[in-house]
């Protein structure tokens, strides 16, 4: 295990945006694939049946399913992301909307639960609370800016996360996607002392997504190396969050290696921004990229504000919560 974890990582995960091209994971819906879209909505409006009910077994859409196949194996042996542009949205209200993109991921693997309450479909929309450690307010549900992160990195990353963007914010709201694979590596050469306590364990506020009486923090490593690149498990804030609810804080030596990835993936050219545009569909291999968005403002009219639908898809386990 020595010899393989002193490896640098190689593959198309290995990417930074300075060699990257605007068509580096953009999927296109073809005519044929709209025309699907637009008849399974059309059966689904005179059809109604709740969206988690909803089977992609039950709708054939071959040419879908094609395109949703492509986008598997680009996240799981290309880039790692893909961005599908895009749902006719001026043509299907909100909730068909969904339930096509519901169907669309499907294909993907199961949809699973993404809070402990069974929560399936997630409305990513900013509430006005405020995201402090302890409270359970995720990022999430503000209008603060992200670090690059992984899903759930404190209870069990699902495999994919997904995003369809129905409403953007007028101002700010960048998306950013970024290889921790080429992150790993540069630290590898640059600070392998960080890559040791990063492979060691982290304290995570678990943001009350779990039973009452449950411990209120997890922990887990940063970094899994694995015989194909590393399996990451990450968010700045809520090791931050970890360490300010446990005994003794946070050592040098921790605040050292969290600071260093995140210096690496703040450098320039190295992450892929681009605006999320209504329609569009984003979705990252949440063990091996990571994801945020910047700090952005909203429209004053609560029809026109920022809205994002999340789905997380895990391959394998129940689709609970954990598994």
Known sequence: MAAIAETPIEGPAVWTAEKATPEDGLVRLDATALAEIEAVA?????????????????????????????VRVQLD???????????????????????????????????????????????????????IAGSGVRSSKTSDGQYFHTDNSFNLPPEFVAL????KSRTGGESGVVSFQTAYNILLKENPDAVARLSQPFHFDRQHEHAPGDEALSSSPVFKRTDNGVQVQFSRRLIQHGYKLAEGGMDAHTQAAV????DIMERPNM??????????????????????????????????KRHLVRLWVRRQGRPTYFG
């Open 42 to 70: 059309t059966d689904l409006e005179h059809n109604p049946l709740p969206t988690e009910a909803l089977r992609p077994s039950d709708y054939p859409m071959a040419q879908c399913e094609a395109v949703m196949d492509r």
């Open 77 to 131: 042996d290309g880039v790692g992301f893909a961005i599908i542009d895009r749902l006719p949205l001026d043509r299907l209200s909100t909730e068909t909307a969904k339930q096509i993109y519901w169907l669309l991921i499907s294909h993907l693997g199961q949809t699973v639960a993404q809070k402990w309450n069974g929560l399936m479909v997630y409305d990513v929309t900013d509430t006005g609370q405020e995201d």
């Open 271 to 304: 992450a892929r921004s681009f605006m999320f545009e209504p329609g569009q569909i984003q979705i990252v291999n949440n063990r091996t990229m990571g994801h945020r968005r910047t700090a952005f403002e909203d429209w004053p009219e609560a029809e026109r």
């Open 164 to 167: 369809l963007c129905l409403q």
């Open 259 to 262: 600071r260093a990835l995140c």
